[in-house]
């Protein structure tokens, strides 16, 4: 079976779901070395992604997270996504409750965000990427889009932000698109089943508001991240993985 987790760390294993686009060595290069010291951090890689860009994209998202679930340990581990990768891991502990002792949802999107939909028009969601990529335009569209917290990035995490495959990226937006369709039942099964927070920042990203179609409610905990925006694990990473840590040492 190829690599499709990366593991780092000693003590508990956690597992985490990277969000659209994102290598596993970008989240792991997020981690404290004090947070590896106490867990064993495992990191889905996205085939087509990162050590596995050879490795065939998947069909369907719930057949690729079956066939995650059987390269688990055989006891319960939480599991963290961030995003998208917070869709993943919530549909994750629906299909595998014996999996997942209890999971947090990093600033993921309760619906498809808007902002994305013209990304699936064949066409135009690659012609749309590449001028990201490639032109200071592009680039500064981006920024404005999902960086509007006043934060200095390191230039390795924007290197990696505009380093996106365009075929991959698309590939992953219709995978999730498509899931999304699926998440009647959720609300009742985290609701009454595992443990759930979802952690979101007080500067939201108010791009991101509007949806296309119908949304699906996350019944979990909201405990906001004060000061972090979208992406908490990298704007304030000491105070965000200990604040995984006590949720996790509570649950």
Same mark, same amino acid.
């Given at each position: 079976m190829p690599l499709r987790i990366q593991w780092s760390g000693t003590g508990e294993p956690i597992l985490f779901f990277p969000g659209w686009n994102t290598t596993a060595a970008a989240v792991l290069s997020w981690l404290p070395p004090s947070f590896l010291e106490r867990y064993?951090?495992?990191?889905?890689?996205?085939?087509?992604?990162?050590?596995?860009?050879?490795?065939?994209?998947?069909? =369907? %998202?719930?057949?690729?997270?079956?066939?995650? !679930?059987?390269?688990l340990p055989e006891r319960p581990i939480p599991v963290v996504g961030f995003c998208m990768g917070g869709i993943a891991a919530w549909a994750f502990a629906e299909r595998h409750p014996g999996s997942v002792r209890c999971s947090v949802l990093v600033d993921s999107p309760l619906h498809f965000p808007l902002i994305l939909t013209p990304l699936l028009v064949p066409g135009l969601g690659r012609a749309a990427l590449r001028i990201a990529q490639g032109t200071q335009v592009g680039r500064f569209m981006v920024r404005r889009a999902i960086l509007q917290a006043q934060t200095c990035y390191s230039k390795? =995490? %924007?290197?990696?932000?505009?380093?996106?495959? !365009?075929?991959?990226?698309l590939h992953y937006l219709r995978l999730f698109k498509r899931y999304g369709k699926a998440f009647g039942s959720t609300d009742r099964f985290h609701a009454s089943a595992r443990s759930c927070w979802r952690l979101t920042g007080e500067n939201k990203i108010k791009v991101l508001d509007p949806c296309w179609g119908p949304r699906h409610l996350v019944q979990a905990t909201i405990m906001p991240m004060e000061g972090a925006g979208h992406f908490p694990a990298v704007e304030a990473p000491a105070v965000f993985f200990d604040r995984i840590h006590g949720l996790l040492a509570g649950a």
């Open positions: 064993r951090c495992g990191i889905l890689e996205w085939p087509g992604l990162g050590i596995s860009t050879e490795e065939q994209l998947p069909e =369907f %998202l719930g057949e690729f997270l079956d066939e995650l !679930a059987e390269s390795a =995490f %924007l290197d990696g932000l505009f380093g996106f495959d !365009a075929k991959a990226a």
